[in-house]
């Protein structure tokens, strides 16, 4: 090896005898920086001098200072909800295990290229921002398509660079700078160009408890770290490329020492914080069913979960269960059968905090429009509207609300069978 040129940023091993050169890697605790020989016996950092850090800013896994490190003696994988709470809150990274992958995650106000560079690194470099479909509205982030035809996969937003401040937009610096505007709270619009090299994603509203994917569970983790509920995330990758599997993924946690949970932990931990308990009977968090209320399928019309009150989707269906036609009446119905549920709850559409739509076809918006605002007063819940190909009867519309009515009173009335 002595009788070959050296490649720069190589450093030698001082615990060998002989002297054997290692690649720069993330070690137990901060990153080695690259150095290289300018003459003997000298080594010098090439990093530029306003980039440079003191240890104590660099980079750190969850094991170091604030973090715990997740002890797999004691502690089995996929367990570490603390310690991922305690790292996003941190600066760290956690790993997320949904169906058998495993995603890589951080809050994204704390990417720097650093960061980032790991994540590129260990991942296979698909970088996703997840954040609420809420906060991508107000970004201007709208779905990729038109109509997402699939309400259970990942709804990918139109991709994004910053429009000051970046080159290409593809470097690590570039995306990093991307990723805080992405989760910054003063962000604009127009703080970035499209399309770039940072995919947003849109979550459920409901988080892991609407659609319990990493996407969600990321969102929901930085929530519950006390940071921007926007997080970066990524599948990590085996060394053949394919997607790095359970054994995998135990034995890149234990080298870096990071936390691992799977989204199910996250789903239970947010049932707690909503006060959802799901080993209560379906009789203690049902609605008792008001007299008329046509049901068509195996579900609860209205649960209470606390002082929310959650109304499944309603379709304009008269009472023989037939599809009234026309977008207008079908609205009317929706929105009197959504009436009708809170009252059995005891509230009403006053109490209504958010609803959801659901359009088979656009070009009766505006008389949907009309009906709607009979039915709701300014200020208006905050709402979604959704294109999708098809509902259940042949529908044109579907809503779904949300209530909260914090001293609501259990309703007296006798439930049909």
Same mark, same amino acid.
């Given at each position: 090896?002595?009788?070959?040129?050296?490649?720069?940023?190589?450093?030698?091993? *001082?615990?060998?005898?002989?002297?054997?050169?290692?690649?720069?890697?993330?070690?137990? *605790?901060? =990153?080695?920086?690259?150095?290289?020989?300018?003459?003997?016996?000298? =080594?010098?950092?090439?990093?530029?001098? #306003?980039?440079?850090?003191?240890?104590? %800013? $660099?980079?750190?896994?969850?094991?170091?200072?604030?973090?715990?490190?997740?002890?797999?003696?004691?502690?089995?994988?996929?367990?570490?909800?603390?310690?991922?709470?305690?790292?996003? !809150?941190?600066?760290?990274?956690?790993?997320?295990?949904?169906?058998?992958?495993? &995603?890589?995650?951080?809050?994204?106000? %704390?990417?720097?290229?650093?960061?980032?560079?790991?994540?590129?690194?260990?991942?296979?470099?698909?970088?996703?921002? !997840?954040? +609420?479909?809420?906060?991508?509205?107000?970004?201007?982030?709208?779905?990729?398509?038109?109509? =997402?035809?699939?309400?259970?996969?990942?709804?990918?937003?139109?991709?994004?660079?910053? *429009?000051?401040?970046?080159?290409?937009?593809?470097?690590?610096?570039?995306?990093?700078?991307?990723?805080?505007?992405?989760?910054?709270?003063?962000?604009?619009?127009?703080?970035? *160009?499209?399309?770039?090299?940072?995919?947003?994603?849109?979550? %459920?509203?409901?988080?892991?408890?609407?659609?319990?994917?990493?996407?969600?569970?990321?969102?929901?983790?930085? $929530?519950?770290? @006390?940071?921007?509920?926007?997080?970066?995330?990524?599948?990590? /990758?085996?060394?053949?490329?394919?997607?790095?599997?359970?054994?995998?993924?135990?034995?890149?946690?234990?080298? %870096?020492?990071?936390?691992?949970?799977?989204?199910?932990?996250?789903?239970?931990?947010?049932?707690?914080?909503?006060?959802?308990?799901?080993?209560?009977?379906?009789?203690?968090?049902?609605?008792?069913?008001?007299?008329?209320?046509?049901?068509?399928?195996?579900?609860?019309?209205?649960?209470?979960?606390? #002082?929310?009150?959650?109304?499944?989707?309603?379709?304009? /269906?008269?009472?023989?269960?037939?599809?009234?036609?026309?977008?207008?009446?079908?609205?009317?119905?929706?929105?009197?059968?959504?009436?009708?549920?809170?009252?059995?709850? @005891?509230?009403?559409?006053?109490?209504?905090?958010?609803?959801?739509? &659901?359009?088979?076809?656009?070009?009766?918006? #505006?008389?949907?429009? @009309?009906?709607?605002?009979?039915?709701?007063?300014?200020?208006?819940?905050? +709402?979604?509207?959704?294109?999708?190909?098809?509902?259940?009867?042949?529908?044109?519309?579907?809503?779904?609300?949300?209530?909260?009515?914090?001293? !609501?009173?259990?309703?007296?009335?006798?439930?049909?069978?």
């Amino acid at each position: 090896m002595s009788t070959r040129q050296r490649p720069p940023g190589w450093e030698p091993d *001082s615990r060998s005898a002989r002297a054997t050169w290692l690649r720069p890697t993330w070690r137990a *605790s901060i =990153w080695r920086r690259p150095r290289v020989r300018t003459r003997v016996g000298s =080594w010098t950092d090439p990093t530029p001098p #306003d980039d440079r850090q003191s240890d104590e %800013h $660099r980079f750190r896994p969850a094991c170091e200072d604030k973090v715990a490190m997740v002890n797999y003696s004691v502690c089995p994988p996929l367990d570490g909800l603390s310690a991922a709470v305690r790292a996003l !809150a941190s600066g760290g990274m956690a790993v997320l295990v949904a169906d058998g992958v495993g &995603y890589l995650t951080m809050a994204a106000e %704390h990417a720097d290229w650093r960061r980032i560079s790991f994540f590129v690194r260990h991942t296979s470099g698909f970088l996703r921002v !997840a954040m +609420r479909s809420d906060r991508a509205d107000r970004l201007e982030l709208p779905p990729m398509v038109p109509r =997402w035809r699939d309400r259970a996969e990942t709804e990918f937003a139109v991709s994004v660079d910053a *429009s000051d401040g970046v080159s290409t937009g593809i470097s690590a610096r570039d995306r990093a700078r991307t990723v805080r505007l992405l989760a910054g709270p003063a962000t604009t619009p127009d703080a970035f *160009s499209r399309p770039g090299h940072v995919m947003p994603v849109r979550t %459920h509203r409901d988080g892991v408890l609407g659609r319990a994917q990493a996407p969600e569970a990321a969102v929901d983790l930085c $929530r519950l770290a @006390g940071v921007a509920p926007v997080a970066v995330l990524c599948e990590l /990758i085996a060394a053949d490329g394919s997607l790095a599997e359970h054994p995998t993924l135990v034995d890149f946690t234990r080298e %870096h020492d990071l936390p691992a949970l799977s989204v199910q932990l996250v789903v239970t931990r947010m049932e707690e914080t909503m006060g959802i308990d799901r080993a209560r009977s379906r009789e203690e968090w049902s609605v008792q069913r008001p007299r008329g209320f046509l049901a068509k399928a195996p579900l609860s019309a209205v649960i209470r979960a606390g #002082d929310l009150i959650i109304t499944s989707g309603q379709i304009g /269906i008269d009472d023989t269960g037939a599809v009234v036609p026309g977008i207008g009446p079908q609205t009317r119905v929706c929105l009197e059968n959504i009436a009708t549920l809170l009252a059995s709850s @005891g509230a009403s559409l006053t109490d209504v905090v958010q609803t959801r739509v &659901y359009l088979t076809d656009f070009n009766g918006y #505006d008389d949907f429009n @009309g009906v709607y605002r009979e039915f709701f007063e300014d200020p208006y819940p905050t +709402r979604s509207t959704i294109g999708v190909p098809q509902l259940a009867l042949g529908a044109e519309i579907e809503i779904e609300a949300v209530a909260i009515r914090p001293h !609501a009173t259990e309703p007296s009335g006798e439930a049909d069978d």
